[in-house]
């Protein structure tokens, strides 16, 4: 009984190794990491987009103050608004900014897009 399990463990060991092998190919490719352990196209085409959505995203939040001055003014807007402009506040920085970012983005992504993004 003894000579029948080990021979199946020897069968099994080279499948087991194979499986390891496949399993640590795939764990490669699932970080986004080629064989030389560098961070393929697509990785980097991930990362900046989504910097460059986050950089817009902060730039409305900062314009947050000046949108509800404007849809739902009040004494306590108006109030807000002389409040954070005495403190150096500045809509037109995030206006720019925002949209320097927003272009940026939006022509990186239609510039790379067809190259990593999804095909339907």
């Avoid at 064989?35 to 991930?46: E, Q, R, T, V």
């Avoid at 989504?50 to 409305?60: E, K, Q, R, Y």
Wanted: no cysteine; net charge neutral.
């Amino acid at each position: 009984m003894t000579d029948s399990s080990n021979t199946n463990q020897t069968a099994t060991a080279p499948t087991q190794a194979n499986q390891n092998q496949d399993a640590s190919t795939s764990s490669k490719a699932s970080t986004g990491q080629s064989s030389s352990g560098k961070p393929d196209g697509k990785s980097i085409y991930l990362v900046a987009s989504l910097v460059g959505w986050m950089l817009v995203g902060g730039a409305l939040i900062y314009l947050a103050p000046v949108f509800a001055n404007r849809l739902f003014h009040s004494d306590t807007t108006e109030i807000w608004m002389e409040t954070l402009t005495r403190g150096g506040y500045n809509p037109m920085i995030s206006v720019v900014g925002g949209g320097i970012a927003l272009v940026a983005t939006i022509t990186g992504h239609l510039i790379w897009s067809p190259k990593f993004g999804q095909t339907r």
